[in-house]
Nanobody, 122 residues
Framework: QVQLVESGGGLVQAGGSLRLSCAAS????????MAWFRQSPGKERESVAR????????YYKESVKGRFTISRDNAKNTVYLQMNSLKPEDTAVYYC???????????????WGQGTQVTVSS
């Protein structure tokens, strides 16, 4: 029903930047809250940043505040995650998700991207 396709992951040195993009199709993008999650091997998926459908609510994991910025362009059906000052602990598979509320819980999202690897070397 809704497909999410991510791009922008890769390998970067500590202190560098990456911009992740997630393009949506098959639904009404502006109706959904969007979020970025990440998961490392052996760890549970954790929320990184969330944004409401109208941009009035934006939320970040404490450890990425001031470094990451989530934004959306409803005209392009795309959500972005700008990641600056990257640290090795940011290494993970990053996923975008769509749901009806910008919840911290992964279980509240109905649609998920395939995931894109972000690796930050020290």
């Amino acid at each position: 029903q809704v497909q999410l396709v991510e791009s922008g992951g890769g390998l970067v040195q500590a202190g560098g930047s990456l911009r992740l993009s997630c393009a949506a199709s098959g639904g009404t993008f502006s109706s959904y809250a969007m979020a970025w999650f990440r998961q490392s091997p052996g760890k549970e998926r954790e929320s990184v940043a969330r944004i409401s459908r109208d941009d009035t609510g934006i939320y970040y994991k404490e450890s990425v505040k001031g470094r990451f910025t989530i934004s959306r362009d409803n005209a392009k059906n795309t959500v972005y995650l700008q990641m600056n000052s990257l640290k090795p602990e940011d290494t993970a598979v990053y996923y975008c998700a769509a749901g009806w509320t910008p919840s911290q819980s992964s279980g509240q999202y109905d649609y998920w991207g395939q995931g894109t690897q972000v690796t930050v070397s020290s």
